[in-house]
């Protein structure tokens, strides 16, 4: 466990200071030199100023690089996708169990129905209808967790359980 948490805070770490500890910006297409495109792992630039650790891709951008400012996006929509999965969750199990009855059992039904779809083609789906392109699949990927139709049903069962129990306490 602590050393996934090491690994996790490390990785943050790379993404939020990407801009300082990356050899090169890889949007920076003034700083390319075509004839360093596709060079193995390894290899010093034509003019000696910087080694590839990685290599570098078609269009002479380090691999390293790219890694580091692309950490940024993917822990951006994972962060955002599981913090909008908890607030839609809580919410959910906290109105369930505060009404209790026919909206209890009615949420928990929808939760449970919304349990049988796997996360991956949840988000194929709505990529199928959303269409091609990265940015689609970022949008998929954050609406088929944010909007609450993998993660939140997790958190309202149990939400939901407590809160019950803890109305019948009082």
């Known amino acids: 466990a602590v050393f996934g ?3 996790v805070v490390l990785s943050a770490f790379v993404a939020i200071f990407a801009p300082w500890i990356s050899p090169q910006d890889p949007f920076d297409i003034g700083a390319l030199d075509l004839l360093d495109a596709k060079s193995p792992p390894g290899t010093v630039s034509g003019d000696g100023k910087m080694t590839y650790w ?3 891709d078609g269009q002479s951008r380090d691999m390293m690089s790219a890694i580091f400012y692309g950490m940024r996006i993917s822990l951006m929509v994972g962060a955002v996708s599981v ?3 908890l607030a839609i969750g809580i919410v959910v199990g906290l109105v ?4 209790g009855g026919k909206i209890d059992a009615f949420l928990m039904r929808v939760v449970d129905i919304m349990l049988s779809f796997p996360a991956i083609l949840v988000a194929l789906i709505l990529l199928s209808i959303l269409g091609k392109g990265i940015d689609k699949v970022l949008v998929a990927l954050i609406l088929s967790v944010a909007s609450g139709l993998v993660l939140a049903q997790s958190i309202a069962k149990p939400i939901a359980a407590m809160t019950a129990a803890m109305r019948r306490l009082a």
């Open 96 to 99: 369930a169990a505060y009404a």
């Open 5 to 7: 948490l090491v690994l």
């Open 54 to 56: 990685l290599g570098t």
């Open 83 to 85: 913090v909008a999965a």
